[in-house]
């Protein structure tokens, strides 16, 4: 556990792998009656920013970095945006780090021990990792920020546990533990859970964190995988919503396999209100979002996965604008 030091702000960094509802546990936050105030930080893979969009309107200010990754290419805004908040600590008393689905938590934790002023202002809270229970399996052995997350975590939500079979989350919470027997563990749909197991909970630990990367304080590089690659497209006007189904479901059909995450903010013909799309794999659902208002109608829709037909899914998508 950290020393206690009531003049730092504590800080959530929230990680986990592409679709296993970060966003859904961040709304989560942000809608309840928690009596904090929590500045949030997101971050996005690609250059289209679908987001913010999908987080809840709240009195909480949020700061969005798009095109990158918070452990490398946008580093640097992190930082600033963290500077902007230590001269506005007045409004706020909790900071909360989404990170994108591809980030390696240890750069990330790195930077609140490497420079001195931010190190004076802030404290780290805990590492949260939600855990996609359905579709992990696909990732634990290929992806190394799969792993790392897990490996770096205080709390561990074992989340979509009513997609799963008892035998199967009961195989996955052993696998998990042996990866890291240092957090704690929940098992959760929609990432239900009193906030209190994960705000303000003092659970970060440095030599865990070193235990797990002995390099963590020190400035080393961090490599994705090339393989894998967003697409976003941002068109003004409508879609056709049978026309979108039909190549969402075509799509995921022929590469779900290939596709981690898809998500997007669709303006539909004769709807007066914003379709809220999300998929993990082959699962994907929508609802009604936010009224379209005086905002410019437009669809946006991106898509994280491996080896992705960027020229393909741009003319598909197309196709559906009514």
Do not use: Y
Not at 277 to 304: D, N, T
Request: some cysteine; glycine content about 8%; hydrophobic content about 40%.
């Amino acid at each position: 556990m950290s020393a206690t030091t009531p003049d730092r702000v504590p800080v959530t960094i929230l990680t986990g792998f592409l679709g296993s509802g970060k966003t859904t546990l961040l709304n989560r936050i942000l809608s309840e009656n928690h009596g904090k105030r929590i500045a949030v930080i997101e971050n996005e893979f690609g250059e289209v920013g679908i987001d913010n969009d999908l987080v809840v309107s709240a009195d909480e200010e949020i700061f969005e970095m798009n095109n990158g990754c918070i452990c490398c290419t946008v580093r640097g805004d992190l930082i600033r945006i963290l500077g902007t908040l230590m001269r506005r600590r007045d409004r706020f008393d909790h900071v909360l780090i989404e990170t994108t689905g591809l980030a390696d938590p240890a750069p990330v934790v790195q930077t609140f021990f490497v420079d001195d002023e931010l190190k004076a202002q802030f404290e780290l809270d805990a590492v949260v990792t939600v855990v996609d229970a359905r579709h992990v399996a696909l990732h634990l052995d290929q992806s190394s920020e799969c792993q790392e997350q897990i490996a770096f975590a205080d709390v561990i939500l074992l989340n979509k546990a009513d997609l799963v079979s008892a035998p199967e989350l009961s195989a996955l919470a052993t696998r998990v533990s042996a990866m890291n027997r240092w957090a704690r563990c929940h098992h959760t749909v929609r990432c239900e859970l009193p906030l209190d197991d994960v705000l303000g909970i003092r659970a970060f630990d440095l030599g865990h964190a070193q235990e797990v990367d002995p390099s963590i304080l020190s400035d080393t590089a961090h490599e994705h995988d090339t393989s894998v690659s967003s697409v976003g497209l941002d068109v003004p006007g409508d879609v056709h919503a049978g026309r979108l189904e039909k190549w969402i479901r075509k799509l995921l059909a022929e590469r779900g396999a290939d596709i981690f995450r898809m998500k997007g903010v669709l303006s539909v013909a004769g709807s007066d209100r914003q379709l809220v799309f999300q998929g993990v794999h082959m699962l994907f659902e929508s609802s009604e979002g936010r009224p379209w208002g005086r905002a410019p109608r437009r669809s946006k829709i991106v898509l994280i996965g491996r080896g992705l037909d960027v020229a393909g899914i741009d003319k598909g998508f197309r196709r559906c604008l009514a």
